[in-house]
């Protein structure tokens, strides 16, 4: 008998119908003698409207307020869902985050998990039931509700896997599995049975919002096997063939995926980049500028840096767009005056596009297959970052679709892929 988390996202949980769907395909799993641990995110488009009401009675609403708000998404739907499986004939309890307890950091609206207490999620399984966990929520020391960033309930699941040593956490959502890229974006995507974890990891920090960041994390860390597979099939699909479905992340290189040098492409249009010109070209000034951005919590992303002419030069970074207008604050109030740029130039119509693959370490021409492409579709090419498996750049972000589709089609991914 093993133990399973699944875990549902928006979509999956958006309707009654839907829910009883979840409820059924629990049921299956529980019938079959897996005990069942669900968490489900809020219904779809509910976390937008709860944020959007807060936004209209004050834009820079307090973090502590918005997720007292946000939180009762993920409430709502796993009260529901409890009850759907009891109407199921199953015994089964639902429970927010601050009930089991999963604790956080204080970092409102972008918490940290710290610990998760097994023992009452155990005691119900003990008891036969089976156990709701509110996704994307938790509890700091302070016993203040905190949430865990958009997309958080993936890393609820992979944590609430961690906590249990799970069997595997099965991440169901409204597509079956991880593509080579957005199929929104890319019809002619193709959905990977197996993505290694260092790939899934870069995908994940590259933009591709099929898992938040962080759930991937955990799983590398714990080494949870995790699975993320389709909720809209039919619910009463053969057990055996739904435990093959999806995409696999595996810890194993050698089972690594068909062997392409280019796995995937990320994208992200999260994106807003920032000029400081002119910036004297001496020790401390890198620090005197992103030292003040950490200072006001506000995440970098790329950062460039060029030569130094006359003793002076241009350095830019960039944040999440939603920081944009909070760091041009920052600069203006706390950097200008000491670092003294010649001229601070800003554009938030900016994106960032990623090739990844584990084949990078070991072919060259990769990047540069990269460039030509961009500059074959006549798209200039702003900035330039590279790790071992992986190339981003940053474009307009009018010709994010563009580029995604173009890479796509040159690294060959819709069908086998390419030798570089
Ligand atoms: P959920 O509500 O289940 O958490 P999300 O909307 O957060 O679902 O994530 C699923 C979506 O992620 C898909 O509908 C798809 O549009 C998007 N996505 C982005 N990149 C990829 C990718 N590489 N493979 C699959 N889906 C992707
Ligand atoms: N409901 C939250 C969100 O919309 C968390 C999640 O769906 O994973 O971001
Ligand atoms: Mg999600």
């Known amino acids: 008998m093993s133990l399973i988390v699944h875990k549902y996202g928006g979509t999956s949980m958006g309707s009654v119908e839907r829910i009883r769907n979840v409820a059924k395909r ?7 003698g897996h005990r069942v641990v669900v968490v489900p995110s809020a219904m779809s488009g509910e976390t937008n409207r709860l944020l959007g009401l807060a936004k209209d009675l004050s834009p820079d609403a307090d973090g502590r307020e918005l997720d007292m708000i946000a939180a009762t998404g993920e409430q709502a739907s796993s009260g529901l869902l409890a009850i ?25 609206t972008k918490a940290r998990i710290t610990s998760i207490d097994d023992q009452r999620i155990r005691a119900d399984l003990d008891a036969g039931m ?4 509110t996704g994307f929520q938790g509890v700091d020391d302070e016993g203040h509700i905190t949430t865990l960033g958009r997309g958080g309930s993936d890393t609820s699941a992979v944590a609430i896997a961690a906590a249990l040593k799970a069997d595997e956490c099965l991440i169901y959502t409204d597509v079956d599995g991880v593509y080579t890229t957005d199929p929104r974006v890319e019809p002619d995507a193709r959905r990977l049975s197996v993505i290694s974890f260092e790939e899934m990891l870069e995908m994940a920090s590259m933009g591709s919002k099929v898992l938040q960041i962080r759930s991937v994390e955990f799983a590398g860390k714990y080494r949870v096997p995790t699975r993320v597979l389709s909720s809209l099939t039919d619910p009463d699909m053969p ?13 194993e290189e050698d089972e690594k995926m068909e062997a392409a040098v280019v796995s995937g492409i990320a994208f992200s249009r999260d994106e807003a980049k920032i000029t400081l010109l002119g910036v004297p070209d001496k020790p401390g000034i890198a620090y005197s500028i992103l030292g003040q951005v950490a200072e006001a919590n506000i995440d970098v992303d790329m950062i460039l840096q060029n030569q130094s002419v006359d003793g002076t030069t241009d350095f830019s970074f960039t944040v999440h767009r939603n920081e944009f207008a909070r760091t041009l604050a920052v600069i203006n109030d706390k950097i200008s005056a000491s670092v003294n740029p010649r001229d601070v130039l800003s554009d938030d119509k900016v994106a960032k596009v990623s090739i990844v693959g584990i084949g990078m370490r070991s072919h060259a021409g990769v990047a540069s297959l990269m460039f030509k492409t961009l500059a074959e579709e006549g798209i200039n090419i702003q900035m330039i970052t590279t790790s071992e498996i992986k190339t981003s750049v940053v474009i307009s972000d009018k010709y994010m679709e563009l580029a995604v589709r173009a890479l796509h089609k040159a690294f060959g991914l819709e069908i086998a892929a390419v030798k570089v």
Do not use: C
């Not at 629990?26 to 079959?32: D, E, I, T």
């Not at 089976?130 to 966990?133: G, K, N, Q, S």
């Open 239 to 251: 057990l055996a063939e739904e435990m093959k479905s999806g995409t696999l992340i595996t810890f």
């Open 26 to 32: 629990v049921a299956k799993w529980h019938a079959a």
């Open 84 to 108: 759907a499986l009891q109407a199921q004939g199953l015994k089964a309890r639902s429970y927010a985050g601050w009930q089991v307890p999963v604790r956080t950091d204080s970092a409102f």
């Open 130 to 133: 089976v156990v709701v966990v």
